[in-house]
């Protein structure tokens, strides 16, 4: 493990001392009394090299000890100037002991190590002082290469050059020299320079961390992949449904599934015409035979009775066929006499209608803000005013689902009655209940065939929660119960719900 | 006077000309709650016939919205009533006419009104307000269904008790 700090200061080994330096198993090493030698050297100073697989948040100590090489080599001379024999008595001791040394050119660094490998002392680390770097360089620098430190069994740091000499110093003047010295308990002995490495768990990562680091990246991966595709997915939703409503295969409004609005610019286009009464001898009634009142039916299920056929004036297609010879220009006769929206009369000759293409007419003033605000359906027979194949300029993903269970469910309906056609009826009435909204019975209460459309719409614009009860239309559903995560999630994931 | 239109007021005042005029067999009362207020109504259905409303009288509150006709309007039962799809305790409708996604202008309180009234004749069980009764639908068990709703409307509508 890397080392934050070196600490180093004097110790006095009791009796016996050289030659042989024994642990005394009663006498304790004490530190000196008196010295003013100390040393601490902390993180940006020590430079681990090597850390030799030792124990985190350990102490590696020992005295230190410059690893014997032949004496006249000349590499120790380089270490260690001037004529001085190593006789620190470590050698073949029981003490741990700190080799040390100065880093030199590769060869005799390499020199130096091989020494520190076959020095018979019980090295537990090796410290090297640099001579010309303050502080040391990090232990990725270049400065450092040249030795091959992995085969080593012992832990290698460094230290800079002015702690270096210190030590060196210390070393010559006691830990290498046969004085005695007085320790704190008052005890003499050889004084030793004793070195202290502390090693920590931060560099580098920790099993733990990075760990929790790895599952956190892979959650983070996944998380935005799975964003990725679902945003993927409901873009080619959105362009496949775009496509069919293009291709006018899926009516949007007919369906229920979104509400359209008509853009003014279109709206330019639907004819402004001046009304004329159809025949002044005629009653400005609706003609009986031209739309089903659909309150005279009983027989149908309540809710279809909405439109597309609210009991109102009819569009008079017949008398538009043959209209009276004398009209004033860019106008027609109509025979629905009032607005069905203001329910106000029209002034024949007077008031200015807008025709929508299924012939209906209203003030201008009522049918454009209904048109621009509310829904692109004649209010009257519910018919498009926008053309087929009319995509609208925003589908968001909450209209591709609805389609998208719109058909799915249509297609369940299908299958069923296919199916109960082929006679496999008690099959599926124990289906039906496990798959539609209700069982059999109650499907058979809603009407079959033509009017599939408002029926679904029906079906969708209803949405019933937990309770049972049932909430308004979807999407003021959406807007009350989903929340703001809720619909930053929906965001990130669109398609969970 | 009140925050709608006076294009709304308008059709409103015409709407209440109207069925002054020709009083439709549905209802026995539609007004104003308060003759300067055009914003909310007050409706006395009438329990249609051949159902087990028939004789009952339900009061309806109607709330008028700022951009009526171009948004339906606001109907609660005041009177309780006992159906799968108008909720026990606030009296809520669940109708798609009243709901925004079938309303058009063309339909008037009168005409919506009818299809409440149709509603009753025509529980949906399937979309439930009140859940027991739409389960007794939904059972099949008409008579129960039938007896529930007498006495609610004999407890609460004015429907006289009869020996039946």
């Given at each position: 493990?890397?080392a ?42 020590v ?29 120790f ?19 741990s ?13 390499k ?20 001579e ?58 050889s ?87 159809s ?50 220009p ?6 629905q006499?009032?607005c ?8 024949s ?18 049918i ?44 369940r ?11 496999r ?19 058979e ?53 | ?29 539609l007004?104003?709650v ?35 006709p ?5 109907m ?48 949906e ?40």
């Open positions: 493990m890397a934050t700090s070196v600490r180093s200061f004097l110790v006095v080994i009791p009796d016996p001392l050289i030659p042989g330096l024994k642990a005394n198993p009663g006498g304790k090493a004490h530190s000196a009394k008196d010295s003013d030698f100390s040393l601490h050297v902390t993180d940006p100073n430079v681990t090299l090597h850390t030799a697989d030792v124990p985190r948040n350990s102490e590696v100590k020992g005295l230190l000890h410059f690893p014997i090489l032949s004496e006249d080599s000349e590499c001379l380089k270490a260690l100037p001037g004529n001085t024999t190593i006789s620190d008595g470590l050698n073949a001791s029981d003490f002991a700190i080799g040390f040394a100065p880093w030199k050119d590769p060869a005799c660094n020199v130096i190590l091989k020494a520190a490998t076959q020095d018979t002392a019980n090295l537990k680390g090796f410290l090297f002082y640099t010309d770097h303050e502080p040391p360089p990090s232990s990725s620098n270049n400065y450092w290469s040249g030795v091959e430190f992995k085969k080593l069994q012992f832990p290698v740091y460094a230290i800079g050059g002015l702690e270096g000499q210190h030590l060196k110093n210390a070393y010559l003047k006691w830990g290498n020299s046969d004085q005695t010295a007085e320790d704190v308990e008052g005890n003499f002995g004084p030793r320079v004793f070195v202290k490495i502390a090693t920590t768990t931060s560099v580098p990562l920790p099993g733990l961390w990075l760990f929790l680091l790895i599952v956190l990246g892979v959650l983070i991966f996944l998380a935005v992949f799975t964003s990725a595709t679902m945003h993927l997915i409901q873009w080619r939703r959105r362009r496949s449904l775009r496509r069919r409503v293009a291709n006018g295969e899926v009516d949007l409004e007919a369906l229920g599934i979104k509400r359209l609005v008509v853009p003014r610019k279109m709206l330019d286009k639907v004819p402004l015409r001046t009304y004329v009464a025949e002044p001898s005629r009653p400005p009634s609706p003609s009986p035979a031209s739309a089903p009142q659909p309150s005279s039916e009983p027989s149908q299920p309540l809710r279809t009775l909405a439109p597309p056929s609210p009991p109102l004036p009819p569009a008079p297609t017949a008398t538009l066929s043959v209209p009276p010879p004398r009209l004033p860019n106008s027609r006769a109509y025979s006499p009032s069905s929206i203001c329910l106000d009369d029209f002034t000759h007077v008031t200015t209608v807008r025709e929508l293409d299924c012939n209906h007419i209203f003030h201008p003033a009522c454009d803000s209904f048109l621009e605000t509310q829904s692109s359906l004649c209010p009257v027979c519910k018919r498009s005013t926008l053309p087929k194949g009319y995509v609208p300029p925003e589908l968001t993903n909450a209209t591709v689902r609805r389609e998208r269970r719109l058909r799915h469910r249509r297609r309906e299908e299958q069923r009655r296919t199916a109960e056609t082929e006679g009826r008690g099959w599926l009435e124990r289906l039906g209940i496990g798959i539609g909204r209700g069982g059999s019975e109650s499907l209460m809603r009407p079959r065939g033509g009017v599939q459309g408002r029926r679904l719409r029906r079906a969708t614009g209803v949405v019933r929660n937990d309770n049972g009860a049932v909430s308004q239309g979807l999407d003021g559903y959406e807007a009350r119960v989903r929340g703001r995560w809720q619909r930053g999630f929906s965001a990130v994931f669109p398609g969970f719900r | 006077m009140s925050t709608s239109t006076p294009a709304a007021s308008r059709r409103l005042i015409k709407e209440l000309t109207d069925f002054n005029k020709k009083r439709p067999s549905h209802l026995i009362s007004h104003p308060d003759e300067s207020d055009l914003t909310h109504w007050t409706a006395t259905l009438r329990g249609p016939q051949d159902t087990p409303y028939e004789g009952g009288e339900w009061e309806i509150d109607i709330k008028i919205p700022d951009n009526y171009n948004a339906p309007p606001l609660v039962f005041v009177t309780p009533v006992c159906h799968p799809n108008v909720h026990p305790k606030t009296g809520e409708i669940c109708l798609d006419l009243l709901r925004g996604t079938a309303w058009t202008p063309a339909y008037t309180l009168s005409t919506t009104l009818e299809s409440v009234s149709q509603l009753l004749g025509h529980p069980p399937d979309s439930p307000l009140n859940v027991d009764i739409a389960a007794v639908l939904r059972h099949g068990d008409r008579v129960a269904y039938d007896a529930l709703v007498r006495v609610w409307a004999v407890m609460y509508a004015g429907k006289k008790g009869t020996t039946a």
